[in-house]
Nanobody, 117 residues
Framework: VQLQASGGGLVQPGGSLRLSCSTS????????MYWYRQAPGKQREFVAD??????????EYVDSVKGRFTISRDNAKNTVYLQMNNLKPEDTAVYYC?????????WGRGTQVTVSS
């Protein structure tokens, strides 16, 4: 199982970025996917997830990003995305994707997001 996050960078406050997490080695379309982030000196925190219950897809967000971030997935590309709009300096962190597959937790290498003027 491999996960690789990409798409981070330096952006001004109010700007946007789209993170991608490509995966391999999992049955992607039925596997829940998560985004976490870790700011300097802080614990890693949950950002968003996308899960499936039967045919219904569910998404969840931490309160601080609701209305600004959108998680989505492209099953044909085995990739999950995090569209981040109206970015704020407090969104600065290393962003990680992860999944739980076959009872194991897998983390991808993170991607740095820096929001600064």
């Amino acid at each position: 199982v491999q996960l690789q996050a990409s798409g981070g960078g330096l952006v001004q406050p109010g700007g946007s970025l789209r993170l991608s997490c490509s995966t391999s080695g999992i049955s992607f379309d039925s596997t829940p996917m998560y985004w976490y982030r870790q700011a300097p000196g802080k614990q890693r925190e949950f950002v968003a997830d996308i899960t499936k219950s039967g045919t219904i897809e569910n998404v969840e967000y931490v309160d601080s990003v609701k209305g600004r971030f959108t998680i989505s997935r492209d099953n044909a590309k085995n990739t999950v995305y995090l569209q981040m709009n109206n970015l704020k300096p407090e969104d600065t962190a290393v962003y990680y994707c992860n999944t739980i597959y076959a009872h194991n937790l897998y983390w991808g290498r993170g991607t740095q997001v820096t929001v600064s003027s």
